[in-house]
């Protein structure tokens, strides 16, 4: 099993910084794929960015270039850095992990509310 513990959101002005962490515990060595996701109310969940075991990352059009996933992994820990926020991205914010093998299985967070609001 893999614990998922996320923090670091909250209110935040337009055009405003938040960095997102999420730190792991658990059976860490099995897991190929980090991702935050995100759900907005009346929405469905989206993917946000996703980081690699060997850092290789991907990001959704709506927050490439505003937007860098990163992972330290002596510290378990993924990261997402928002820059220049949009009421847009007003959602709650999940991480995610994800096992590959003979099935797939998701590990999720419980979630931290990210809201952009003047």
């Known amino acids: 099993q893999v614990q998922l513990v996320e923090s670091g959101g909250g209110l935040v002005q337009p055009g405003g910084s938040l960095r997102l962490s999420c730190a792991a515990t658990?059976?860490?060595?099995?897991?190929?794929?980090m991702a935050w996701y995100r759900q907005a109310p009346g929405k469905q969940r989206e993917l946000v960015a996703t980081?690699?075991?060997?850092?290789?990352?991907n990001y959704a059009a709506s927050v490439k270039g505003r937007s860098t996933i990163s992972r330290d992994n002596a510290k378990n820990t993924v990261y997402l850095q928002m820059n220049s926020l949009k009421p847009e991205d007003t959602a709650v914010y999940y991480c995610?992990?994800?096992?590959?093998?003979?099935?797939?299985?998701?590990?999720w967070g419980q979630g931290t509310q990210v809201t952009v609001s003047s």
């Open positions: 658990g059976s860490i060595s099995t897991i190929s794929l």
């Open positions: 980081i690699t075991r060997n850092g290789i990352t």
């Open positions: 995610n992990a994800r096992r590959f093998g003979f099935s797939t299985t998701d590990f």
